[in-house]
């Protein structure tokens, strides 16, 4: 007998999971709705439109109706709004928005991937007005296009400094627009560290984006916004990010049943409480493998895998299900970002006895042209090595390295499985022991107690109290900057000024990035010294942890002054 499905929702969760039955099986007839004029469109590719990366924005529609029908032999009906799910009857109620006619279609199983809508905080002032924009879909980038374009609008405030709202001022910025990004907590980008966003936070500053963090939005006025702080900035359009809200309407007007996260419940096949109805993507629930319970996840990934496990159970196909762990990346200006499972943040808050690792080794062999730094952050549990996370900056192949702890952390991989992990290298790619590998090595011998170590967070209240700190660099390095009451002796000197290292009180030692005041503090320790600490991220990492609240607070620096080389 031919089943009937439908698909309510297109993009990544409904286009996918129409065309999955469709490999499945040639007989079925399978019906998609969406209730806007495009089906399956780039959902992420959408603020690349307002800096003309994606210069026509029907670029960004990945396939239209006609298309579905005769590559897939799938109805795709647009501007068709599912009001109802009459679950009795197995029938939905369809709305065609362009004639406002109502009809019924029936189904066997019923597919529902509505997604998420952005949030729209009703008791601002001013949130209502003709200047305010969200960014869903297509049609909402293409009227945010037009009318900075066609209003020869100069300044533009981004609210919401997540994925969307760094993308949008990125964007913004690169099309000459004066942008303010406005992020209520304390930084952007959650799935990363404080001290991981403090280099995004500069990467924003330096190319002209004007950054308020701990500050939220009060009020939009004639022009301007108010933040909460009562700080007024410059902004003619106004893009709200501040999160989304899974669509479940439809869902709990049917009874379907909610999750403890606001989304709709469904099981590890994707099934919700009714046996032939299904969600996918957005509007959804997820179990996370490592905080082990329930969680949202608005990613284009996750939904396309969560599609085709739908549509396989569908037909007895069995898949595994095992939870996520959230990865992501992002480019912003010159940076390539990315993240996977847990930070440090998110570790503790669960409960999680664990430690990090941070390091600033080169993406590829440093007499290669293009090789810069790459600032990696690992998280690990303690004591069993277990691998709970990492995060990624620079301008390489970062996601390469990202992609690997995500696949370490989906197999249960400890740091001893990292460390020797076989990868492959070339002098243009890579380093013959891989960013991860030294990784692991580094965290090893920080599990292990070989060495100690303290954070970039921690050395300005260890110059404000004058410890003892040695700077490892040589001393033209020095010169060109250094922290205020550091003793320079270089590396290529100590064993011939040991006099000078006091053994009666800690002594902290850094160098640039850590390699060779890792050196120094091994060769003490063998000397007999017991106090000696490294200083993890060294003097980059100290530079790139202070600069932005240096800028934003005007507060004394613990540098003479700033280096980034």
Same mark, same amino acid.
């Given at each position: 007998?031919?089943?009937?499905?439908?698909?309510?929702?297109?993009?990544?969760?409904?286009?996918?999971?129409?065309?999955?039955?469709?490999?499945?099986?040639?007989? /079925?007839?399978?019906?998609?709705?969406?209730?806007?004029?495009?089906?399956?469109?780039?959902?992420?590719?959408?603020?690349?439109?307002?800096?003309?990366?994606?210069?026509?924005?029907?670029?960004?529609?990945?396939?239209?109706?006609?298309?579905?029908?005769?590559?897939?032999?799938?109805?795709?009906?647009?501007?068709?709004?599912?009001?109802?799910?009459?679950?009795?009857?197995?029938?939905?109620?369809?709305?065609?928005?362009?004639?406002?006619?109502?009809?019924?279609? /029936?189904?066997?199983?019923?597919?529902?991937?509505?997604?998420?809508?952005?949030?729209?905080?009703?008791?601002?002032?001013?949130?209502?007005?003709?200047?305010?924009?969200?960014?869903?879909?297509?049609?909402?980038?293409?009227?945010?296009?037009?009318?900075?374009?066609?209003?020869?609008?100069?300044?533009?405030?981004?609210?919401?400094?997540?994925?969307?709202?760094?993308?949008?001022?990125?964007?913004?910025?690169?099309?000459?627009?004066?942008?303010?990004?406005?992020?209520?907590?304390?930084?952007?980008?959650?799935?990363?560290?404080?001290?991981?966003?403090?280099?995004?936070?500069?990467?924003?500053?330096?190319?002209?984006?004007?950054?308020?963090?701990?500050?939220?939005?009060?009020?939009?006025?004639?022009?301007?916004?108010?933040?909460?702080?009562?700080?007024?900035?410059?902004?003619?359009?106004?893009?709200?990010?501040?999160?989304?809200?899974?669509?479940?309407?439809?869902?709990?007007?049917?009874?379907?049943?909610?999750?403890?996260?606001?989304?709709?419940?469904?099981?590890?096949?994707?099934?919700?409480?009714?046996?032939?109805? $299904?969600?996918?993507?957005?509007?959804?629930?997820?179990?996370?493998?490592? %905080?082990?319970?329930?969680?949202?996840?608005?990613?284009?990934?996750?939904?396309?895998?969560?599609?085709?496990?739908?549509?396989?159970?569908?037909?007895?196909?069995?898949?595994?299900?095992?939870?996520?762990?959230?990865?992501?990346?992002?480019?912003?200006?010159?940076?390539?970002?990315?993240?996977?499972?847990?930070?440090?943040?998110? /570790?503790?808050?669960?409960?999680?006895?664990?430690?990090?690792?941070?390091?600033?080794?080169?993406?590829?062999?440093?007499?290669?042209?293009?090789?810069?730094?790459?600032?990696?952050?690992?998280?690990?549990?303690?004591?069993?090595?277990?691998?709970?996370?990492?995060?990624?900056?620079?301008?390489?192949?970062?996601?390469?390295?990202?992609?690997?702890?995500?696949?370490?952390?989906?197999?249960?991989?400890? %740091?001893?499985?990292?460390?020797?992990?076989?990868?492959?290298?070339?002098?243009?790619?890579?380093?013959?022991?891989?960013?991860?590998?030294?990784?692991?090595?580094?965290?090893?011998?920080?599990?292990?107690?070989?060495?100690?170590?303290?954070?970039?967070?921690?050395?300005?209240?260890?110059?404000?109290?004058?410890?003892?700190?040695?700077?490892?660099?040589?001393?033209?390095? $020095?010169?060109?900057?250094?922290?205020?009451?550091?003793?320079?002796?270089?590396?290529?000197?100590?064993?011939?000024?040991?006099?000078?290292?006091?053994?009666?009180?800690?002594? $902290?030692?850094?160098?640039?990035?850590?390699?060779?005041?890792?050196?120094?503090?091994?060769?003490?320790?063998?000397?007999?010294?017991?106090?000696?600490?490294?200083?993890?991220?060294?003097?980059?990492?100290?530079?790139?942890?202070?600069?932005?609240?240096?800028?934003?607070?005007?507060?004394?620096?613990?540098?003479?002054? $700033?280096?980034?080389?």
């Amino acid at each position: 007998m031919t089943k009937r499905i439908l698909v309510v929702g297109g993009v990544a969760g409904g286009a996918s999971a129409a065309a999955r039955v469709r490999r499945i099986d040639e007989h /079925a007839e399978v019906i998609m709705f969406e209730r806007g004029p495009h089906v399956s469109f780039s959902n992420c590719s959408l603020p690349y439109h307002l800096s003309g990366i994606v210069e026509n924005s029907e670029s960004l529609v990945l396939m239209n109706p006609e298309t579905f029908k005769k590559r897939f032999n799938i109805e795709a009906r647009v501007n068709s709004e599912v009001i109802q799910i009459n679950r009795e009857k197995k029938t939905i109620s369809v709305k065609d928005v362009t004639s406002d006619k109502m009809y019924e279609e /029936a189904y066997d199983k019923l597919v529902l991937s509505p997604g998420a809508s952005p949030i729209r905080p009703n008791q601002i002032e001013g949130i209502t007005n003709s200047n305010v924009f969200t960014v869903r879909n297509v049609i909402d980038i293409e009227q945010l296009n037009a009318y900075v374009k066609n209003r020869n609008i100069k300044d533009v405030a981004v609210i919401g400094g997540g994925f969307i709202g760094v993308e949008v001022a990125e964007n913004l910025r690169l099309a000459n627009y004066n942008v303010s990004l406005v992020e209520f907590a304390n930084q952007i980008m959650t799935p990363f560290d404080y001290d991981m966003a403090q280099i995004l936070h500069k990467e924003m500053v330096d190319h002209g984006v004007n950054l308020v963090v701990n500050d939220g939005l009060a009020r939009i006025g004639n022009g301007f916004i108010e933040t909460q702080s009562g700080k007024t900035i410059d902004a003619q359009a106004v893009v709200l990010a501040i999160g989304v809200r899974p669509e479940t309407k439809l869902a709990e007007e049917a009874g379907l049943a909610i999750g403890e996260t606001g989304a709709i419940k469904v099981d590890g096949n994707y099934l919700t409480n009714d046996p032939d109805i $299904y969600a996918v993507g957005d509007a959804i629930e997820v179990y996370h493998r490592l %905080l082990h319970k329930p969680t949202r996840l608005a990613l284009a990934g996750p939904a396309q895998k969560q599609a085709r496990a739908a549509a396989d159970h569908m037909y007895g196909i069995p898949s595994k299900n095992p939870g996520v762990i959230g990865s992501s990346s992002v480019h912003l200006f010159d940076l390539n970002v990315a993240s996977t499972g847990l930070n440090a943040r998110t /570790a503790e808050e669960a409960g999680f006895s664990y430690n990090s690792v941070y390091i600033l080794p080169g993406d590829k062999v440093g007499l290669m042209p293009n090789s810069h730094v790459m600032y990696f952050k690992l998280v690990y549990e303690t004591p069993t090595g277990k691998i709970l996370g990492a995060q990624a900056i620079g301008k390489g192949n970062i996601d390469k390295r990202i992609d690997v702890i995500a696949t370490m952390i989906s197999m249960n991989g400890t %740091l001893e499985d990292l460390k020797d992990l076989e990868l492959t290298y070339s002098p243009m790619l890579g380093t013959a022991k891989d960013v991860v590998n030294h990784a692991a090595l580094v965290a090893l011998n920080q599990l292990s107690g070989t060495y100690r170590e303290v954070k970039v967070s921690e050395v300005r209240e260890l110059v404000e109290n004058n410890a003892f700190i040695i700077d490892a660099r040589e001393k033209n390095e $020095y010169k060109a900057g250094h922290l205020k009451n550091a003793v320079n002796i270089p590396l290529s000197e100590f064993r011939d000024r040991l006099g000078e290292i006091p053994n009666d009180q800690p002594v $902290y030692i850094h160098c640039r990035s850590g390699q060779r005041s890792y050196n120094m503090v091994m060769a003490l320790q063998n000397l007999g010294y017991s106090n000696v600490v490294n200083i993890s991220g060294s003097y980059l990492g100290i530079n790139l942890y202070e600069y932005f609240n240096d800028l934003v607070t005007n507060r004394p620096k613990i540098v003479t002054e $700033y280096n980034f080389k």
